[in-house]
């Protein structure tokens, strides 16, 4: 994977340039490389297509005269409209070498493809006027369109898009992936991104979710060293019963569920065991074989299950905090997961997580970090876009995508995966990275229109392809 997963943001990205160029190779040769190998690319996907490259002031618009440079060579009638002179040396020493037409921006009929390379990682502000409105003219009248390393308009690093910004149908990410390329709402208009690799190798917090690598029973494993998850259910059994499921299709040892009604277990194998106060739903959870909890699914949220919550919290065991006990923190998630001893993951969606934060940050992504450095817990927002982050400030993005996933129940199947892969592991975060990639690909197999026990049927295969 480009970068080895590792996503950079426009600063690291700048950083990761200098240690290149510390290495001896010229910011040219680094433009010429990143260009002709979009070019490539483009010729790949497009052949002879007739081409207009909008170029920017900056390096993203030197980046368009090599790629337009290249593709004159190939045969192919390409023209540069350009948004101004260039500002830096690599940029003007590209449009040196560039030896077709160019036009104004504001001059240039479009073509049947379009590559947009007006801004990049340098994009500082909103575009306006008529630079705006040329872009969409031109990406708009083009049949297929390409942006190099991001659509103009889009900031590099926190999905957020500046100004208006045309659908793209291929974003060639340059270097690295930057968080943008992930996070929505920019990522939708990417169409579909791939990475050019120029020889960029630079670490950061910030990495893609990839597929784990997760090891088979040992010969001498028995159900409790294969681990033994526990469902706390609510109001809403079902909601218990498909984590409880998903936990067991994902690898658990032994899957019992805690409910204070009568409730059929969701196959035979699926212990529930039955208690009427919290103080028994406390004795029940300190059963030290227990080695993860599940809190949340169908929980409901009036006064009863307040009480089984507080009871929850205190286990010892790892424990994945989802939906209505997220509710029932609200603001004060902080403060009582904080206090917790045992590792603990929170899994809030979008609407959740509204009513769990205190809006200090703007951006999703730096408050879900600032939340888990203050609960020392794992924070994984759901959504197409899941981070999940750590109180070190990591954060892991997810790539892969399945829309179908938009359904109820699904949430509940990833708590179950997620518990299972707590099981005995040290490090959550891992899990967590882990069981969210198991979940995605699960979906994927499914095919559409699932049911969230489609979705689980798919999760040993899912698995299979871990081991
Ligand atoms: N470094 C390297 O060696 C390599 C870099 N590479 C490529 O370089 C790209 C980054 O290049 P970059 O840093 O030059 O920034 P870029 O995105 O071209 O724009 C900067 C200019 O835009 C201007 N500007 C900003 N916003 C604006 C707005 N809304 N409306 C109008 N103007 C606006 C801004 O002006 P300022 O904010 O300074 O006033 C400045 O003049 C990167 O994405 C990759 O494609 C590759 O070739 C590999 C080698
Ligand atoms: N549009 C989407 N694309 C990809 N994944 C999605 C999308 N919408 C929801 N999901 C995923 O589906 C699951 C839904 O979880 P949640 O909202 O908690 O549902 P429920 O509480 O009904 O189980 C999450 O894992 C989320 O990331």
Not at 77 to 87: F, L, M, S, T, Y
Not at 214 to 231: C, M, N, Q
Not at 354 to 366: H, K, L, V
């Amino acid at each position: 994977m480009l970068n080895s997963g590792y996503i950079l943001t426009a600063d690291e990205m700048r950083k990761a340039e200098r240690a290149v160029f510390d290495n001896g190779t010229t910011v040219d040769r680094l433009m010429y490389l990143a260009g002709t190998s979009a070019a490539q690319q483009i010729w790949r996907i497009s052949g002879h297509m007739p081409t207009l490259v909008a170029c920017g002031p900056g390096n993203n618009g030197g980046d368009g005269y090599v790629i337009a440079q290249w593709l004159l060579e190939k045969g192919v009638e390409v023209r540069v409209a350009a948004n101004g002179d260039p500002i830096t040396d690599a940029a003007r020493n590209s449009r040196t070498a560039w030896q077709g037409e160019t036009v104004a921006l504001d001059q240039a009929v479009p073509a049947v493809q379009f590559v947009d390379c007006l801004f990049g990682t340098g994009l500082t502000r909103p575009l306006e006027g008529l630079l705006l409105q040329n872009l969409h003219r031109l990406a708009l009248r083009a049949n297929r369109r390409f942006a190099i390393d991001l659509p103009s308009g889009v900031h590099s690093d926190n999905g957020e898009t500046l100004s208006d910004i045309p659908q793209f149908d291929h974003t060639l990410a340059l270097g690295a992936y930057k968080p943008s390329h992930f996070l929505e709402p920019s990522r939708g208009y990417m169409g579909h991104v791939s990475g050019i690799d120029i020889g960029i190798r630079a670490r950061s917090d910030f990495s893609v979710i990839q597929r784990p690598q997760i090891s088979k029973p040992a010969t001498s494993d028995h159900k409790y060293s294969r681990g033994l998850v526990a469902i706390v259910a609510g109001k809403m059994s079902g909601a218990a019963q498909l984590a409880a499921l998903a936990a067991q299709a994902s690898g658990a040892g032994y899957v019992k569920i805690f409910a204070q009604t009568d409730i059929v277990p969701p196959h035979h194998s699926i212990v529930v065991e039955r208690f009427d106060t919290g103080e028994q739903l406390g004795q029940l959870l300190s059963d030290p074989r227990i080695s993860a909890v599940v809190v949340g699914p169908g929980l409901g949220r009036d006064r009863d299950p307040r009480k089984l919550l507080s009871e929850t919290l205190k286990a010892a065991a790892p424990l994945v905090v989802d939906a209505d006990a997220l509710m029932l923190m609200g603001k004060d998630a902080t403060s009582l997961i904080a206090s917790r001893s045992g590792q603990t993951v929170l899994t809030p969606h979008m609407g959740e997580f509204a009513a769990m934060r205190n809006d200090g940050d703007r951006f999703r992504m730096d408050e879900l970090r600032r939340m888990a450095g203050k609960t020392h817990a794992i924070m994984l927002l759901k959504g197409p876009d899941t981070m999940i982050a750590n109180e070190q400030g990591k954060v892991a993005i997810s790539d892969a995508r399945c829309s179908w996933l938009s359904t109820a129940g699904t949430g509940d199947v990833l708590s179950g995966i997620i518990a299972t892969r707590l099981s005995g592991n040290e490090n959550a975060f891992v899990a967590a990275c882990a069981a969210q990639w198991l979940h995605t690909r699960a979906a994927q197999l499914a095919g559409p229109a699932f049911s969230p026990e489609g979705l689980v049927d798919q999760l040993p295969q899912a698995l299979a392809e871990c081991l």
